[in-house]
């Protein structure tokens, strides 16, 4: 079966400086994956996903991530963070044998002024 | 344009009891996935109903079961509360099944069982 790791329960940064959440996900043939952001009392949005092609995928509110299939990873990166980016974060993946969502446990980006 | 839709947003409810969930997709999307989310974890499947009809379960008990109606709307109906039903309840609707467009989520409906 599917699963997804995200190996840090929460990363602080101070802000401008990059970041690199982490997610490795079990091996599979073919695999989406999916960046979700969750703001403090709010529902999930989406920030970026990879589907096929390119290995380097560009999202929303300057964030991007690469999909390393030797790896098994699709670690998500923005290169100067700021204080509106505090949230959670969430990496999940979906493959060809079904249409749900596998997540990750989340990330929680805190951000030091 | 308005987004996915959850009702209610807030409830609190007696071990025991039954408790229905309401979720509205966003205008365009035929297909509603639940997800269950407990406290500082990530959100669990519970099932997608696509054409009126669930088409994929997670590994939830039979006391969890839904419905969608002809305009796409779904419910989530929970039997025999449990403390540890207590959780936000995610609604995520898509226009191809998650596959290649992805879900858009509601804000949830944030369940208490006391």
């Known amino acids: 079966a599917q699963s997804v790791t995200q190996l840090d329960s929460q990363v602080p940064v101070f802000e401008e400086a990059p970041v690199e959440l982490r997610c490795n996900y079990s091996s599979s043939v073919s695999v989406y994956l999916f960046w979700y952001v969750q703001y403090p009392n709010q529902g999930l949005q989406l920030l970026l996903k990879?589907?096929?092609?390119s290995t380097l995928v560009k999202g929303i509110n300057g964030f991007e991530a690469e999909f390393n299939k030797s790896q098994t990873s699709f670690h998500l990166r923005k290169p100067s963070v700021h204080i509106s980016d505090t949230a959670e974060y969430f990496c999940a993946v979906s493959d060809d044998s079904n249409y749900q969502l596998i997540w990750g446990a989340g990330t929680k980006l805190i951000i030091k002024p | 344009d308005a987004g996915v839709t959850q009702s209610p947003t807030h409830l609190i409810k007696t071990r025991g009891q039954q408790v229905t969930l309401r979720c509205s997709p966003k205008?365009?999307?035929?297909?509603v996935s639940w997800y269950q989310q407990a406290l500082g974890q990530g959100p669990q499947f519970i099932f997608q109903y696509y054409e009126e009809e669930e088409r994929q379960r997670g590994n939830f008990p039979d006391r969890f079961s839904g419905h969608q109606f002809p305009n796409y709307s779904s419910e989530l109906n929970v039997n025999a509360l449990l403390l540890g039903d207590s959780a936000l309840y995610l609604c995520a609707s898509s226009p191809d099944r998650g596959r290649v467009y992805g879900y858009t989520f509601g804000s949830g409906t944030r369940l208490t069982v006391v």
């Open positions: 990879y589907l096929s092609g």
């Open positions: 205008s365009g999307h035929d297909t």
